[in-house]
C-alpha cells in the first residue's frame, strides 16, 4: 500500500472516530442531565458514519481521489467542503428518521448540537492527526521537485516542515548542479519509477515547463506548478477555459453580500457556542476578580472596528482598578 492511501485511511479513521465522539458525547452528556432517550439506541445510527464517508469522498475531501491521491485542498476549503459533508450527512439522518418515523427515538437537540460541533471539531481533529502521522513518519508520500533553485529550495523547506500537506521530497531535477540532485529534467519518469511516486512539483520558469510538461503527463497522475508569487490569492481562483486559452478567476468572496451575510452568522453562532460552553468558567472568574480587589469585574475600552468605527471591547479586568494613580504614585516614590 502506497504513503498516500495509507495517509488517506488515517485520516479518513480519524475524522469517523471524531464524529462519533462528538456524537456520543452528545448524547452521553444530554443523558447525564436528564434526557429521557436511552444512550444505547444512539449507537444504532452508526450508517451515518459511512455515508459521512461517501459524501467526503465525493467532495474530494481526501486528498482529491482516493484511488489516486495528489494534494490536498486549501485549509479554507477543506473547512468549507467538511462543513458541507457533515451537514449533508445530518441531512440525509433527519431524512432518513423522518421517513422512518423513528425521529421521536431520539433526542432532536442532541442530533443539532452535534452536528454543530461536529462541523466545527474535526478540522482541529485532522490537524492532531496530521501531526501524529507527521512525527511517527507515516503517510508521508514522496514527491519530486523539477527545479532546484530558490523556489524549488523553499518549497522542499516548507514541504518538510508541514505536516499538513503530508508530501516528502526525495530530491531535484535541474540540467544544473544543484543539492540533492537525482538527475536532468529530462530524467523525470525514470526517477518517478525509482522513488516509487506518481507526484512532482515544477518550480520551473513557464517556459521551460512547456518543454517538459508532455513528457511529464505520460507518467505523472499529479504535476504541480509552483511560483514564487506567494502573493498570489489561490484559495479564491479557479481555472477557467476561454475558447481554448487556460486563464483563472480570482472570486473575492468578501465583497460578495451571501457571503459576508454567512460569515458574520458563522461568527455570531460561534460566539454564541462559546459563551454557553464557557459560562461556568466565565463566572468563576468574575468571582476571582470581584474577591481579589476592589473595583468592578469588567474593563471596558474603546477600540477602532471596523470602518473606523468606535466599539467597546469588554474584557475581565486584570489591574487594580485605580491602576494609573498607583503607577504614577509608584514612579513619583521610587523613580
Avoid at 512539483?201 to 504541480?224: N, W
Avoid at 474593563?299 to 494613580?325: C, N, S
Wanted: proline share 6%.
Amino acid at each position: 500500500m502506497t504513503q498516500a492511501r495509507i495517509r488517506i485511511l488515517c485520516l479518513m479513521a480519524g475524522d469517523v472516530i471524531g464524529l462519533a465522539a462528538v456524537f456520543i458525547l452528545c448524547a452521553a452528556i444530554y443523558r447525564h442531565f436528564g434526557g429521557q432517550y436511552r444512550l444505547c439506541d444512539y449507537f444504532k445510527l452508526w450508517p451515518m458514519l459511512p455515508v459521512f464517508l461517501f459524501v467526503a469522498g465525493v467532495i474530494r475531501l481526501y486528498h482529491g481521489n482516493i484511488l489516486y491521491p495528489g494534494s490536498p485542498l486549501p485549509p479554507v476549503e477543506e473547512l468549507r467542503r467538511m462543513f458541507f459533508a457533515v451537514t449533508l450527512t445530518y441531512l440525509l439522518l433527519f431524512t432518513s428518521l423522518t421517513l422512518t418515523r423513528s425521529v421521536g427515538d431520539y433526542s432532536r437537540l442532541v442530533l443539532l448540537v452535534s452536528w454543530f460541533f461536529s462541523s466545527f471539531l474535526l478540522i482541529p481533529l485532522r490537524e492532531i492527526v496530521r501531526s501524529l502521522l507527521k512525527r511517527l513518519g507515516i503517510g508521508q508520500i514522496p514527491v519530486l521537485i523539477a527545479g532546484g533553485g530558490r523556489t524549488g529550495a523553499a518549497l522542499a523547506n516548507d514541504l518538510r516542515k508541514s505536516a499538513y500537506y503530508g508530501f516528502n521530497p526525495v530530491g531535484f531535477l535541474d540540467d544544473a548542479p544543484v543539492r540533492n540532485r537525482l538527475g536532468a529534467l529530462d530524467d523525470a519518469v525514470d526517477e518517478g519509477r525509482k522513488k516509487r511516486t506518481r507526484i512532482i512539483f515544477c518550480c520551473l520558469p513557464f517556459s521551460v515547463i512547456q518543454q517538459h510538461v508532455r513528457g511529464y503527463l505520460q507518467y505523472f497522475t499529479h504535476i504541480m506548478i509552483v511560483t514564487d508569487a506567494k502573493w498570489f490569492p489561490i484559495s479564491w481562483a479557479y481555472p477557467v477555459n476561454i475558447n481554448g486559452l487556460p486563464g483563472m478567476e480570482l472570486n473575492n468572496h468578501l465583497l460578495q453580500p451571501l457571503p459576508r451575510i454567512l460569515k458574520r452568522l458563522f461568527e455570531s453562532g460561534l460566539a454564541a457556542a462559546g459563551i454557553f460552553c464557557l459560562w461556568p468558567l466565565a463566572l468563576l472568574l468574575a468571582l476571582i476578580v470581584k474577591c481579589s480587589s476592589p473595583g468592578p469585574v469588567f474593563y471596558r475600552e474603546k477600540r477602532l472596528g471596523l470602518g473606523g468605527k468606535h466599539i467597546d471591547v469588554w474584557k475581565f479586568r486584570t489591574m487594580y482598578a485605580d491602576a494609573h494613580r498607583k503607577l504614577e504614585k509608584l514612579l513619583a516614590e521610587n523613580p
